[in-house]
């Protein structure tokens, strides 16, 4: 009996999506829930697992093909990975698979992942070693070669003294390398965005700026309790902007709606998505009913979803929605920028770098480490007027943090 494997039910938002990586390969032994293939959609990876042990069958997608919503990718049989069954078991006694390759004058099998990726770089098949099933090469072997013959090199070069000027004349004059990959989905997607989101709103940006040492003597006095008392939960600067932004939204709704047709849809709840870095491009999950989250909370999930973001884990679900964003451009040194809108949201707020700057009190000139705030909206939705005194409201609270608990 044969299992389909299906590419799973894609999010009504999300049209299609692309084969990334086969785990598995035709003859592989399956253990039930392992995981068999990733499909990247413009927003997440998804994994599809095995529903039951069983043989890895043929495979309908390769990778780099497109496919929809529950479609066919291959097929999962029944029994054990035993196509050759003599041969496997006798492999471990003999401890030779890779000999014996070689004496019946066969290439090892490599995956077309793993062909495809020893191709780019110029590698044969002999000159790889396979670690897969019955000697196969498999993508890893692939990486682990490229690894190695970059290292390789720095022997040889000590052999002749003279070699060292030809390679020199050979690196040096005017080789212009170019390196052409195709764009991830994910990144085709957000660029996609962002150009609508230009060319449909009237989107305008808004500046202030706020002093941070309030904040940032109230984090030096209790960062360390705040750790202790919850389970190393580290006390940062993004909570105290998502709970300032959380309560501003409430004094001005409009900042918290967003656009259907001809309706506006006002939000009688605050979803904001913090914007993370990943290796894949920026992902935008969410935190849930801020109104209703602590600073702990908040920090604690931010931190979650940052490694969720670097394993690429992040679920559709946790990245769907959102009410407002806040995108913190001031952890890689931006000291002023213009963010833009995350559609169907009115608005962004772009938090920036701490500098000291001097700065007027009450006559005299005093060094502070001051933050640029930046707030682009929507102008069909938001007036000037309310994006300014929401602005205001941000410093206001950031500037005074005790308000944030006396909500005033």
């Known amino acids: 009996m044969a299992i389909e494997i299906k590419a ?8 299609d999506g692309t084969v990334a990586t086969w785990h598995k390969q035709p003859g592989d032994a399956v253990k039930r829930d392992e995981l068999l293939v990733d499909i990247e959609t ?72 793993a062909r495809k990726l020893a191709e780019e770089n110029g590698l044969a098949a002999a000159d790889i070693a396979g670690t897969g099933k019955g000697g196969r090469v498999t993508k890893e072997d692939v990486l682990n070669a490229i690894e190695a013959k970059k290292n390789a090199p720095a022997a040889p070069a000590a052999k002749p003294a003279a070699a060292a000027p030809a390679a020199a004349v050979a690196l040096g004059e005017g080789d212009r390398i170019e390196k052409r990959v195709p ?9 996609e965005r962002l150009v609508d989101a230009q060319s449909s709103m009237a989107m305008l940006t808004t500046f202030n700026e706020v002093n941070m040492k309030p904040v940032m003597d109230l984090r030096k006095k209790y960062k360390d309790l705040f750790e ?48 993370v870095s990943s290796d ?48 913190n451009g001031g952890v890689f040194g931006s000291l002023v920028s213009t963010p833009i809108v995350n559609p169907p949201q009115a608005a962004i707020l772009g938090m920036h770098k701490i500098q000291d700057r001097p700065m007027a009190v009450d006559g005299q000139v005093v060094i502070l480490p001051m933050m640029y705030l930046a707030l682009s909206y929507d102008h069909r939705l938001i007036d000037g007027k309310e994006a300014v005194s929401f602005l205001v409201a941000i410093k206001d609270l950031l500037e005074d943090p005790a308000r944030l608990l006396l909500d005033v």
Not at 184 to 189: I, K, N, Q
Not at 241 to 265: H, Q
Not at 280 to 296: D, Q
Request: aromatic share 4%.
């Open 42 to 113: 413009d927003k997440v990876v998804m994994e599809v697992l095995a529903e039951a042990d069983g043989v890895m069958g043929d495979i309908a997608k390769a990778e780099g093909d497109t496919v929809l919503s529950g479609e066919v990718l291959g097929v999962l049989k029944d029994g054990e990975a035993a196509s050759a069954p003599a041969a496997k078991k006798e492999e471990p006694k003999a401890e030779a698979a890779p000999a014996a390759e070689q004496a019946s004058g066969e290439e090892p099998l490599l995956s077309p992942a």
């Open 183 to 191: 764009m991830t989905r994910l990144r085709a997607r957000i660029a």
């Open 228 to 275: 202790k008392k919850h389970n190393g939960v580290r006390l940062g600067f993004m909570s105290f902007f998502v709970k300032a932004a959380t309560e501003a939204l409430k004094r001005y709704p409009a900042v918290n709606a967003s656009i259907d047709g001809n309706d506006v849809v006002y939000h009688g709840y605050q979803d904001i998505g913090v914007a």
């Open 8 to 15: 799973p039910t894609f999010p009504e938002s999300v049209a």
């Open 280 to 327: 894949r491009g920026l992902v935008v999950p969410i935190l849930r009913n801020t109104e209703h989250m602590g600073l702990a909370d908040i920090e604690g999930t931010i931190a979650d979803y940052g490694r969720k973001a670097r394993d690429g884990k992040l679920t559709m679900e946790e990245m769907t929605g959102g009410t407002f964003t806040i995108s």
